[in-house]
């Protein structure tokens, strides 16, 4: 019941986000803008989204083999594929699928499994606070309103720290937890230095696809904002990101449309949704390949099972 008003609620601020988008700007000045992107446009953010799939493969596949169990980088970019197609219809189902393949390629505890997973998301999110710390350290220009929050996030990364270093018993104790007391400072660096060129690969997409429209973002307020956009996108309060990364990129970006090009809000929103849905036309074909393999096969089924039993949180 609570999962299934969680996605009602989620459809609901996406609409909501959307129609308030919408009514500002009127989707004839969207696609109007979407006239003038660039010939080069669908290929170029075809392969920023290539990128972005080998990338964060290659990371999983690292981290997996550090505290998990080695598999074949072939055989995670394959899970890694199907994902993408069980994550559009329910998230902890996407996630459930890389614990229960694990589970049944190496016979790995499941709660080992979310442990890892989790290790992975905590290291997503240091990875974009370092972006976002470099990019006000670049930039000439800082959001107001970044700066403490920023200092917030750091402030609670000492705690975490402390409390890694500490181990604490009650903690320690907990399989959940195993996995992240044991990694320490040096395995969350390795983990954070193989998820950097996903980070970054992020980063070229949003960029590409706002300069197909001619919006050119200084590299210091693109890192210190795009992942913040990049961590709203996953917070489970929308449905695939749809509506909240668009309100966000119009809020940071609108000022950097150049004069002449239309509406800043409908270039903005006309660059964000198209790459999004060239993202998830990508997604949802390799989603349908990857499944058809014998080493996903069977995959959708079990990892709603494993996603049932235990559940597992959102990542970036």
Request: some cysteine.
């Amino acid at each position: 019941m609570r999962a299934r008003l969680g996605r009602i609620a989620a459809w609901a601020v996406t609409g909501g986000a959307l129609g308030w988008l919408f009514w500002k700007t009127p989707i004839t000045e969207v696609v109007a803008a979407l006239k003038h992107a660039a010939p080069w446009t669908i290929p170029a953010i075809l392969v920023c989204i290539m990128i972005i799939y080998v990338a964060d493969s290659f990371a999983m596949w690292k981290t997996f083999g550090w505290f998990l169990a080695k598999l074949p980088f072939r055989d995670v970019l394959i899970v890694r594929g199907a994902t993408y197609l069980l994550a559009a219809i329910n998230y902890s189902v996407g996630q459930g699928a890389i614990v229960y393949f694990v589970h049944r390629a190496r016979g790995v505890p499941v709660m080992r499994g979310v442990a890892t997973v989790l290790l992975i998301m905590g290291t997503n999110l240091l990875v974009l606070l370092a972006f976002v710390t470099a990019g006000l350290l670049l930039s000439s220009t800082r959001p107001p309103a970044l700066v403490p929050v920023v200092g917030a996030a750091w402030a609670g990364l000492a705690v975490y720290v402390g409390i890694m270093l500490a181990r604490p018993r009650f903690l320690a104790s907990r399989p959940v937890f195993d996995v992240l007391l044991s990694a320490g400072l040096v395995g969350h660096l390795k983990a954070m230095v193989v998820r950097l060129p996903h980070i970054a690969s992020l980063v070229l997409f949003q960029m590409v696809a706002l300069r197909s429209l001619g919006v050119v973002i200084p590299l210091g307020i693109a890192l210190a904002t795009l992942p913040v956009v990049m961590f709203i996108a996953v917070l489970p309060i929308s449905v695939q990101g749809l509506g909240t990364t668009q309100a966000a990129m119009v809020l940071f970006f609108s000022s950097y449309v150049p004069a002449g090009a239309g509406d800043p809000r409908a270039v903005i929103l006309g660059a964000s949704l198209g790459a999004q849905a060239i993202a998830l036309a990508f997604q949802v074909l390799t989603g349908f390949i990857c499944l058809r393999t014998r080493t996903a096969r069977g995959l959708g089924e079990a990892a709603r099972q494993a996603a049932a039993e235990s559940p597992a949180p959102r990542a970036a």
